[in-house]
């Protein structure tokens, strides 16, 4: 993850689209700039990109055709990440663009530095997700399947959110946990933060599930601005290194599930 992201635009106003590649220009590699969806989808297939900045209105074939017509040549593997940018926030073109499974949404007129910023957290979220399913792979390749239950799973968990400087008075710290153990025993759940896995926690706890993002967010913060550095780059080193700042929710419980499920298969091996 260490050469620039390559990324296309896809924007029916020429001008707009070749401001915006020019801004990005420094921190990401501009695969292309088109300017309607049978060039989107030309390029997208010839370039490859990482990423894609598509806005709903392009001429001959609108945004979101341009993404369906990509699903059915590309494989998941070549697939990029879309971006969705629209300045119309109607409740039937959100519910299209929900329905779509668009990696984000964001309306016009945004900040360039909003944009590359929701860039780099969707690869990097990507990227995780990657290392998960390639771990996956492995392990039934290699044919190891252990029984994590015969490992005191919540002990362990316990023991490292509060090694990360989260105290157990607050909220999160039970939030977080519940999390952790969730993401452990199902890898899947990360990709469903907010329609499975706050809510499966709220319901527990008896809250909701804004409450349970929120609560998380505030232990992150507190874990980042008390407890051991030398930990967090352990646990966190590209964040940290790479000048992010705090994780995400997602990318904070996700990261420390995968440590202690690859440290699991390791002591099972």
Known sequence: M?????V??????QTESEKLAETLADELE???VVNDGVRAVEDIMKHHPDVVVIDTMLPMIDGLGVIEKCREKLSDKDM?????TTFIGTQKLIECINHMEVDYCIMKPFQPDILLHRIEQITRMKYMNQQIQYQQRREIRDSRNFDTAKYDIRQDVTKIIRDLGIPAHIKGYQYIREGIIMAIEDVNMMNYITKLLYPTIA????TTSSSVERAIRHAIEVAWNRGKVELLEEMFGYTISAGKGKPTNSEFIALIADKMRLDYRMNAS
């Open 203 to 206: 319901k527990k706890y008896k």
């Open 8 to 13: 296309l635009i896809a924007d029916a106003n």
């Open 2 to 6: 260490d050469k620039k992201l390559k």
């Open 80 to 84: 990029p990440s879309f971006i969705v």
């Open 30 to 32: 501009i695969a292309s």
